[in-house]
Each structure stands twice: as C-alpha cells, then as structure tokens.
C-alpha cells in the first residue's frame, strides 16, 4: 500500500508547487484588492519559504501582513483549498520531499533532524503532517528513496 503512495510522489514534481485559483471566483465580503493583495504576499511567503519558520502561526501571518486573522483564513481556505495549520504543514513536508528527492545526505536525517529542518515545533507533529500528506510514514519513504538507483 505504502509503495503505490511512494512512487505516486516519485512522479510529482521536485519543486513543491501550490496551486492558485484565479482571483474571480472571489470571496463574499473581502475586496478584490485585498485579496489580491493578500494572494501576493501569500506567493512572496511560499517562495521565501518563510513557512519553516518554528513559530508560524495564523496570528504572526497576518500581523506581518496587515491585514486580520479571519481575512488571512477565508483566502487560504478558497484559495489553497486548507485550513491555516494543513497549509502550513503541507508547506513543510513539501519542502523536506523535495528535499529527500535531491539530496542523499539528508537521507541519513532522524525524524526529528528533518522536524527541525522544516520548521516543525515536534517531531511528533512532523510525522503527523508527514503521514497526512503523504499517506506513508517518512522512514518508508526515505528507505524506498534509498533503492532507487541514481
């Protein structure tokens, strides 16, 4: 079962990318502008890979954004398809499979080496965020990345 789910990621791209639905569809109540804004400051903070940041929540996000925390929710709901923390964590475990993909050292990484690599404030919840993105745990795929021939 396991396996189907590794080499469904091995076809992904390496770069994590999130997907935008186009600014149109909009939310009822929030002006366009602002969600136009927010969707670029969204992007700019994706591409900065500020999500691995430990202390990243949905409070600092706005504040640094300037805009309110029920504003900041709805967009990332419509946009991103998620609530804050499942856009966040995906962020990160995105990141650390594009990661494992490109580089063997980090291969040899504990659990809680790659937990602290992308940010996460345990590494219980790594694992966690690991599992519901991937459908497998993080040692299965980096042992499966481990056969793969260079």
């Known amino acids: 079962m396991f396996k189907q789910k590794f080499d469904a990621h091995m076809k992904k791209s390496q770069v994590p990318t999130v997907a935008i639905k186009t600014i149109k569809k ?3 109540d929030i002006n366009e502008d602002t969600v136009a804004l927010l969707l670029k400051q969204l992007e700019k903070f994706e591409r900065d890979k ?6 990243v929540t949905l409070g600092t996000l706005s504040n640094a954004f300037g805009c309110n925390s029920k504003y900041l929710s709805q967009i990332i709901y419509h946009y991103r398809e998620k609530n804050f923390t499942k856009y966040i964590n995906d962020l990160k475990v995105d990141y650390i499979v594009s990661l494992l993909k490109t580089d063997k050292m980090l291969r040899n990484y504990t659990n809680t080496a790659l937990a602290e ?3 996460f404030s345990s590494t219980q919840r790594f694992t966690n965020a690991f599992r519901s993105n991937t459908e497998m745990p993080p040692t299965f795929f980096i042992e499966e990345l481990k056969k793969v021939p260079s």
């Open 26 to 28: 909009g939310i009822p």
């Open 50 to 55: 500020k999500f691995l940041k430990k202390d």
């Open 117 to 119: 690599e992308a940010g």
